[in-house]
Nanobody, 115 residues
Framework: QVQLVESGGGLVQPGGSLRLSCAAS????????MAWYRQAPGKQRELVAR???????NYADSVKGRFTISRDNAKNTVYLQMNDLKPEDTAVYYC?????????WGQGTQVTVSS
């Protein structure tokens, strides 16, 4: 079992920045990749960014150049640095951990970009 707890969401003005954190606990050794997804009202959940066990990253086209995913293995934490935020980035952001046998999710954290 893996437990994921997100933090760092909130209200920010367009052009602002936020950093989301996802703290992992439990069977952390079994995690192959960590990712951030988001879901806006009335839309499907979509992949924002992913980082593998060896540090390879990939991003949705809509966030490339603005968002950065990173991990601190000593703290078992994954981060999502979000810069130049836009109103269309407003969504609930979910942390995701993938093992060979299961897919784990955090509870989500709300990010609202509005003036």
């Amino acid at each position: 079992q893996v437990q994921l707890v997100e933090s760092g969401g909130g209200l920010v003005q367009p052009g602002g920045s936020l950093r989301l954190s996802c703290a992992a606990s439990g069977s952390i050794f079994s995690i192959n990749a960590m990712a951030w997804y988001r879901q806006a009202p009335g839309k499907q959940r979509e992949l924002v960014a992913r980082i593998t066990r060896i540090g390879r990253t990939n991003y949705a086209d809509s966030v490339k150049g603005r968002f950065t995913i990173s991990r601190d293995n000593a703290k078992n934490t994954v981060y999502l640095q979000m810069n130049d935020l836009k109103p269309e980035d407003t969504a609930v952001y979910y942390c995701n951990g993938i093992t060979t046998v299961a897919n784990y999710w955090g509870q989500g954290t709300q990010v609202t970009v509005s003036s």
